[in-house]
């Protein structure tokens, strides 16, 4: 198996130093480098190829958000997580939208971050534990009435929040996994949405989840 070429972006240099040491031992990793400034960071996405990004949101030149979008306009194969001290729901549900494939506070643990790793190598969008927990509360907004869901619906729409994969749902609630799928179908459909990270943010924009 071809090792995921992994760059780290941190503002603080001891971080960058105790991931590498982390993960230093896992074996589907290559780390290639580690920047603490976002310009330093596209200029080497422009010559070498990078699998995957850990990339933190505070950043002295341009901010994690603004950056996942233009690491993803030059690569857009490249995988991006999010490792971050920030909690705000907005700034979470910003980062999917530019095309994070998840987002991980910076106390998880190792177990947490593989996780990540391997959901976002299947395409799901990837949280840490606490992280879901925050996006899981229900918005100050209040509901939108236009959008009823099915208590299936809602069910569904929890468990594709925390990352699982409609083999792992259809498990959980004793559906076969092509009856997952039909129902994630139908949810993008009904709030008009091109994927699963837009469903997700419009949801609990909505105060559905």
């Known amino acids: 198996m071809d090792k995921l070429r992994t760059v780290i972006v941190d503002d603080h240099p001891i971080v960058i130093e105790g991931l590498k040491n982390l993960l230093s031992h896992e074996v589907n990793l290559e780390i290639l480098e580690g920047f603490c ?16 990004v850990l990339l933190d949101i505070s950043l002295p030149d341009i901010s994690g958000i603004d950056l996942c979008l233009a690491i993803k306009e030059i690569s857009e194969s490249t995988i991006v997580l999010i490792l971050s001290n920030h909690t705000e729901r907005s700034i979470i549900l910003q980062a999917i939208q530019n095309g994070a494939s998840g ?24 949280y840490s534990r606490e992280v879901i927990e925050m996006i899981s509360r229900p918005s100050r907004n209040g509901s939108d009435n236009n959008l009823k869901l099915t208590r299936r619906e809602k069910q569904i729409l929890a468990l594709l929040a925390e990352g699982k994969t409609s083999r792992m749902i259809g498990e959980e609630l004793f559906l076969s996994s092509l009856t997952v799928d039909t129902h994630r179908r139908n949810l993008i459909r009904k709030f008009e949405v091109k994927n699963l990270a837009e469903l997700i943010m419009k949801a609990v924009r909505a105060g559905l989840m």
């Open 37 to 52: 400034n976002g310009t330093e960071l596209l200029g080497f996405l422009k010559n070498h190829r990078v699998d995957l």
């Open 103 to 126: 987002y991980l506070l910076k106390n998880s643990s190792l177990h947490e971050l593989r996780d990540c790793v391997a959901g976002a190598l299947e395409g799901n969008i990837c």
